[in-house]
């Protein structure tokens, strides 16, 4: 299961407009997520391992996320702050 992107949760009659993006850092093969309402700038990312990284996939999945094309999925450095940036931007 390839997990890593942007996922997306838009429910207007819920008022659901949230995303949570999760990356990998090749380097270091550490995972990091963020979240948040679409439009804000998200917290601090937190680290998953890989293998908690795809339960939390899955979890977002059954609760209506989907995966949405053409947001970063990985890195080749291990720069948080590149990876904070490429984030909040999407």
Known sequence: MEVFGRYECIDPSKNHNKFWHIVVDRT???VYATWGRIGNRSPTP?????????KKVREKIKKGYV???????EVG????NFILE?????
Not at 46 to 54: G, H, V
Not at 67 to 73: C, M, Q
Not at 86 to 90: A, D, H, R, V, Y
């Open 67 to 73: 995966k949405r094309d053409g947001f970063l999925e």
């Open 77 to 80: 450095h291990n720069s948080l």
């Open 86 to 90: 490429e984030i909040c931007e999407g």
């Open 46 to 54: 937190k680290e998953y391992t890989i293998a908690q990284a795809e």
């Open 28 to 30: 270091n093969n550490k």
